[in-house]
Nanobody
Framework: QVRLVESGGGLVQAGDSLRLTCTGR???????VGWFRQAPGKEREYVAG????????DYADFARGRFTISKDNGKNMAFLQMDDLKPEDTAVYYC??????WGRGAYDYWGQGTQVTVSS
């Protein structure tokens, strides 16, 4: 059984950076990993994904150029580096993993989420 735990969220100002961490309980090195977010009153949306072999990444348009997804299979961790944060990035951020494939689409395992709040 895979369990995912996010950390690293917080309150920052516009233009600041944050690094979110997703720690896997149970091996995640064979899984594709993604980050999603959900703002108040909005549906959950895809942010970024990385293949299980860390050779390929994919980003939503709003994340490309500002966010970077990475994965350390040896440490069973995944990361989302977020730079130049904007107030519209305020949301609960979720880590997810899937047994087959990677990127956009359905995921098999989800974390509980970590709050990111960006003040103007």
């Amino acid at each position: 059984q895979v369990r995912l735990v996010e950390s690293g969220g917080g309150l920052v100002q516009a233009g600041d950076s944050l690094r979110l961490t997703c720690t896997g309980r149970g091996s995640i090195f064979m899984l594709g990993v993604g980050w999603f977010r959900q703002a108040p009153g909005k549906e959950r949306e895809y942010v970024a994904g990385i293949s299980r072999g860390v050779s390929a990444t994919d980003y939503a348009d709003f994340a490309r150029g500002r966010f970077t997804i990475s994965k350390d299979n040896g440490k069973n961790m995944a990361f989302l580096q977020m730079d130049d944060l904007k107030p519209e990035d305020t949301a609960v951020y979720y880590c997810a993993a899937r047994r087959a494939g990677w990127g956009r689409g359905a995921y098999d395992y989800w974390g509980q989420g970590t709050q990111v709040t960006v003040s103007s």
